[in-house]
């Protein structure tokens, strides 16, 4: 437990979007799952805190939410992204490749200073 | 956009059940999922529910942390506040009503005089960069110290030497008869040299404005509309722009129309080119030049006058006979806008403050005293483990409630009022300078001011309750309720603090009120010097192309020819004619010199007014004869020159001595122009019932023709009825004469007074309102107080206390609260009447007896307030009382 990090305020957002989009729809449990299983296990994510996110997510419109089955036959509400959170995701991979770009190459020793 | 949008979501997710059981629904699902995992990796079901709780972060706050997003939690703790706030003020509705009239009352009076502040002193100049725009003025104590026009000569030293200036103009009065457009009409011009309306920044809304070289000696002649004249005579034709009109019977082209709203100076109608020959500028001599600047940029106003009378002083030196004495005097323009309105208008605001405070000071009484009985609620929910900044907000949500309330209340108040507010603005004054106002708008800028004072207030009254709900101890009152039959101190001094503080502000009002109602009194009661009543007056200027200076003989003949037919009408009783009508604004000095009396120096003349009149003048206006004779037919061209002086000047220059049969040099002393005194009037006086009557010169029109002409009438009927018969009477003599101004002289001497009237009226109306302010909330505190110590009461009485002791103990309580007060107000009161020193007349700012009797108004006022509860404390009932609670 103690060597997983936290996750960052902000980044969850963005992770579940990346979720969504290459999970397709899925329920909260599920999502809560492949983020864990992408980060290798590393991530110690408190389930209850996606929930506030995906109400934030949906209340901004870049995702939906409806009423489905899920594999094991049991009734689950689907999280799908809408395709403002299809342009959302696509800014903010934009950003944050940007920014740790930018933090990158304070950690690594300069070159050309 | 994305906040906008999840902002709408939370707030109409702040009411629905629906999604709360579709939340647990979800969670529920979530739950179980996870269990099923569990079990399949060989859980056992209560181990993997317990795990996947853990791993959740518990039910009930996962809902909670839901919950908080899907609505907005601090909106939906006001939404409780103001709906426990309602049920509160639900609950007092005496209290609630009370409160909101007050404040709704104070709010109202304040909006409606800050809307014509607005309207008036804060509406933005339609002038470029208008703040460096000055007038500039002569002002000579020979010459009474008012700021006056100045010379040609003087205007040009200054504009050439005095280097504070990016630009001085000049211009003069230029009235002229229009005619060829219905019936002939006099307007008001002004002659302005090409630069004076650039100073102004304005151009005109079609057509343009004439350059530096139409304006010179002999250029074309050329004319500028103002909207107004432009609207009503001309009806609004743009084709009107390039066509000539007629002015003092030659052609004018119309060069353009100025905008609307462009009425500088005030309601002139056309502007020509002031068109200055070069040799008018060596003019040291006349003084008609009416100059406007523009100031350099960051040349202050105080720097700029003290360079140019700086200036002005080497001026004197080298032309003393004209120059010594001058002072220069700048007005912003804003200021000469204003003009005599300015200081009413702030004294007004003032007074509408301090109604507003006595509002708050009341309304935090009451609240005060509300909120006393709420002590024990308060103690119940901090031991409930309220906190305190959640009492807080409950009770500034109330207060802003009830001032919200107030201020809705006070804005229809103000809507319902400002209208007769226009009162303040008289159309036809002449002898004070009022902005025109036609109408007063509560537009957003007054609304957002009354939101402003609105909050204000709540901040005012609602600070002290919840300081003092912020002292409750949870403890302390729970067990001081227990028995509740002692008041702290503490609570008592609170409210004791809004009494004496509702009693010096009205204090404060009271006296302004009564210095200023009695100083209308006294102008009322002031004599005019005439009869105005029954009287028509007719102000005519011949127009000096038809009634040149040179040819007296027309003047006199026209004068002559109208007195005589209106004198043949039936229904007049008299007929006459003078120059200068009194309290029209119009006047004229001449300067003179008593037998034997030397030559003065420089700006040292002694001057009096010029009156020109009539052999019938005395009795048609009602003037007293004081001694002597009246003019007669027989005083005209070619007689001895005869003159009349007024009472003031008989006392000031024949000190004793009996005037009749004296000499007065109405020239210099080496070509002496003599006039016997044949008699000596009683004084008129002709700026107003407020102002001082001047010394004065009578002589006969027929001796001295001038081309201001006001006719008289003494009519038997109404004299308003007789316009139109006085006109055509005018017309049959000459048909393209204007009528400047047809009105009974009893409607001039009202308007004279309009101003003074409406001030008084607003200042006692909130007087009146200060004193019914502090008489309720005298009567609350004291009630209050009362009622809280019932038990006491009851228990003196049970033991002995006589209904009277109870009685005086009660009131004197208030009586010493009100002595308090009325010390500090006193003080007060003598501090701030000076600022009404404008508003007085005939009483100083610190009349005694008007002091006293303010006081003694508000002791009686709070004693009465004090006494009904008073006598209800000494009809308690000793068993009853102690048996309370």
Redesign the interface.
Known sequence: MGDKADVWQGTLALMVLTTLETMGPLHGYGIARRIEQTSGNLLSLNYGTLYPALLKLEQEGAITSEWGVSDTNRKAKFYKLTRAGRRQLERETQDWEQTTAILARFLSPAEEA | M??L??LW??LS?MRSGRTET??S???E??L???I??GVRAGLSRDEARRQALI????ME??KI??R???GLPWLEKTWQDICFGLRMLLKNPGFTVVAILTLALGIGANTAIFSVVKAVLLAPLPYKDSSRIVAVWTANPARGGQPLPSTAADFAVWKEKSGVFEDLAPSYDDERTLTGQGAPRLLIGYAVSANYLRILGVGPQIGRLYTDQEDRPGGPKVVLLSDHLWRTTFDSDRNVVGRPITLDGSPYIVLGVMPRGFNYPASVEIWTPAAMAPAAFDDFNHTYVRILGRLKPGVTLVAAQKRVNALEAQVAVVHPDTDSGNRVVLVPLREQLDGDIRRPLLILMGAAGLVLLIACANTAGLALARDAERQREIAVRLALGATRLRLLRQFMTESVLLAAMGGAAGILFALAGTHSLLALFPNDVANLNIPKVTAIPVDQGVLCFALFITLLTALLFGIAPVLKAARTEASGVTKESARGTVTTRRANRSRNVMVVSEIVLSLILLTAAGLVVTSLQHVLNADLGFQPNGVLALQIFLPPDRYPRDDQQKRRAFVAEVVRKMDALPEVKEAAATNYLPLSGFWGTTSFLLRGQAQPKPGEATEADNRAITPGYLRTMGVRLLSGREFTAADRLGGAQVAMINQTMAKQYFKGRDPIGEEINLSAADKPDWWQIVGVTGDVKAFGQDQPAHADIYRPLDQQPSPIIAFTLRTETDPAVMVKVAEETVWSVDPDLAVFQAIPMASLAAQSLALRRASSVLISGFAVLALVLACIGIYGVTAYGVTQRTQEIGLRIALGAQRAHVLRMVLGLSFRLTLVGLVIGMAGALASTRLLTSLLFEVTAMNPGIFLAAAALLMLVAILASYLPARRATLVDPMQALRTD
């Open positions: 994305r906040n949008r999840a979501f939370r997710g579709e939340f629904a979800e969670l699902s979530h179980q999922m996870h099923e995992d791993k959740l972060g518990g706050q996962t942390a839901h908080e997003r899907r």
